[in-house]
């Protein structure tokens, strides 16, 4: 069994992902890594949480329709869930920034847009309004834009962040909550500025061979090592998820210096992407961090649970899920109902 860091059940070995893997939504998985988590006490809510959220990965298309959601009937009801909430907000509030909570479990005010163009980067999926994020996430994107840049790769093509207050979503992540994660593609910017159709339309390419095995060698090159290297070594980065080939592609082509292995961590899905998470910053004192990954360079071995039969061709479920519940505010920290709440 490889080091499952955050993901153990208490009373069991099996790994949170076991549980994650036997729903249905699995195989498509993006970011709703339950990554990342988890502080014990909303573990298991949050995994069923994840099998919860709808898809939103990064070659879903989007929607050039200007249609806001309609009004919630009883928008004050405890039971409404956050994300119902939260997806109605689509304006930031104009207070410090702050990130509240956990990345699963929690919200953002002073959120600031990473601006949709830059000399080095471009923003994906624009109607999902989701290129927001606490100041420091938009710092990291744009001096990883520029490093990468020197390093080889022509440009970030920048996936979700965070909705206008953070706080969960209608589709596609557990995380992304409080401001601080951030999908890159692994597909380079192109030279020149996309439309408005291809932002919303154009497919990200997977980096996965068909048996899942490896990286396909058709389409991964030393240069995607090259950014998330760069990425990782970044001190504002607190963990990367890849998906298990990526990472063993990572680990062969790894120079001496290795220790920035040990922030990226496989995670289902990420075939088309990786996920950057970000530490929480010294303004948030209400954010709370993820413990340290184990030691080691995750490689090896500590893979081999990710490769074997059960991972790779999960058994279907014995019977069809049943619904699962979602965040309501009251599951949030408190100060989430005042960002919520604010003008
Ligand atoms: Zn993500």
């Known amino acids: 069994m490889p080091s499952f860091d955050l993901f153990r059940i208490g009373h069991s070995n099996m790994p949170a992902e076991r549980f994650v893997s036997t729903t249905a939504e699995s195989s498509r998985a993006e970011c709703r890594s339950g990554e990342e988590m988890m502080l014990v006490p909303v573990r298991l809510f949050l995994i069923l949480l994840l099998a919860a959220a709808g898809p939103a990965l990064a070659q879903d298309a989007g929607t050039l329709e200007d249609k806001p959601l309609p009004p919630l009937a009883h928008p004050d009801s405890p039971s409404v869930p956050a994300k119902e909430l939260f997806a109605r ?6 207070l410090a920034a702050r990130s509240i909570g956990f990345y699963a479990s929690g919200c953002l005010a002073g959120a600031v847009a990473l601006p949709i163009n830059g000399s080095t980067w471009q923003v994906m999926r624009l109607s999902r309004n989701r290129n927001w994020g606490h100041p420091k996430l938009v710092a990291f994107l744009e001096r990883l834009a520029e490093k990468a840049k020197k390093a080889g790769w022509n440009g970030l093509l920048v996936g979700d962040m965070s909705q206008p207050r953070g706080g969960p979503m209608l589709t596609g992540h557990a995380s992304h909550q409080v401001g601080l994660d951030a999908d890159i593609w692994l597909t380079p910017m192109p030279d020149r500025t996309l439309s408005p159709e291809e932002r919303e339309f154009m497919s990200a390419t997977s980096m996965v061979r068909e048996d899942r095995l490896d990286v396909d ?3 991964w090159t030393h240069e995607r090592t090259e950014l998330i290297r760069t990425a990782a070594q970044d001190p504002d980065v607190e963990r990367i998820f890849v998906n298990a080939a990526i990472k063993k592609a990572l680990c062969r082509e790894a120079r001496p210096d290795r220790d920035w ?3 990226v961590r496989p995670w289902w899905g990420h075939d088309y ?3 950057v998470r970000i530490f929480c910053p010294p303004d ?3 954010c709370k961090p993820q413990p340290e990954p184990p030691p080691g360079d995750g490689c090896g071995h500590d893979l081999d649970y990710w490769f ?3 991972v790779l061709h999960p058994a279907p479920p014995v019977e069809p899920a049943k619904p699962k519940p979602s965040l ?3 599951n949030l920290p408190a100060a989430c109902r005042q960002v919520l709440m604010a003008p």
């Open 89 to 94: 907000k689509t304006k930031p509030v104009p």
């Open 217 to 219: 060698p058709k389409v």
């Open 261 to 263: 292995l040990a922030k």
């Open 273 to 275: 992407h990786f996920h």
């Open 284 to 286: 948030s004192p209400q």
């Open 308 to 310: 074997s039969e059960g």
């Open 328 to 330: 309501t505010l009251a």
